[in-house]
């Protein structure tokens, strides 16, 4: 069984938010992959974006996210992790990957200012554009959907947990088999 749990979605959707909280309830470790690259390279993701480039920033996300090796992990990637074929291989052979979804008049209004949220935008202008040029990739990954429209953050994490154990995807890490249990 795929030990990590693996939230792809649109920039602002609630990825590291719900990651969280949802780790707490599994007993899982949490990873944000933005974090680990910003941590990594010393620099925001605006700024890596502004320096390298639209493309330039997806190739090093895929690098980077090819490279992790966690077990018991929700792990929350950024916006653009779609983008890196290799990277999402990667994270679909480790974990269960799912998509949280949001409509768009959501993320606009919790995104703000897309530049400086260090957001990969490949000459897009709004978050509709942004949102249509990457939905085909995330329904592409997704092996489970939670729809956030009007859901709480404890409704989303109660659903998304209900969906991983009804399809056999995850179990808590101490009913893991081989896991010592406390």
């Known amino acids: ?24 309830q599994l007993g899982y470790d949490f990873v944000d992959t933005d974090l680990v690259i910003q941590h990594k390279y010393g620099e925001t993701l605006q700024e890596l974006i502004e320096k390298r480039g639209d493309e330039g920033f997806i190739g090093l996300e895929n690098h980077e996210l090819s490279l992790l ?8 990637t950024g916006g653009s ?7 999402m291989r990667h994270l ?46 995330y329904m592409h990954y997704a092996q489970i959907t939670i729809q956030l429209t009007g859901k709480t953050l404890r409704t989303a994490v109660d659903d998304t947990v209900r969906l991983l154990k009804t399809q056999g995807l995850v179990l808590p890490a101490s009913e893991e088999p081989g896991t010592a249990k406390a």
Do not use: Q, W
Request: charged share 30%.
């Open 1 to 24: 069984m795929k030990s990590n749990i693996v939230l792809i979605g649109m920039p602002g959707v609630g990825k590291s938010t719900l990651g969280v909280v949802l780790a707490k």
């Open 69 to 76: 090796d966690c077990r018991h992990t929700v792990i929350a």
């Open 81 to 87: 992790a779609v983008y890196g074929a290799d990277a």
């Open 92 to 137: 679909a052979e480790i974990g269960t990957i799912v998509y949280l979804d949001a409509p768009e008049r959501e993320l606009e209004d919790r995104l703000g200012d897309l530049d400086a949220r260090g957001v990969v935008r490949n000459g897009k202008e709004t978050v509709r554009e942004i949102f249509e040029e990457r939905l085909y990739l």
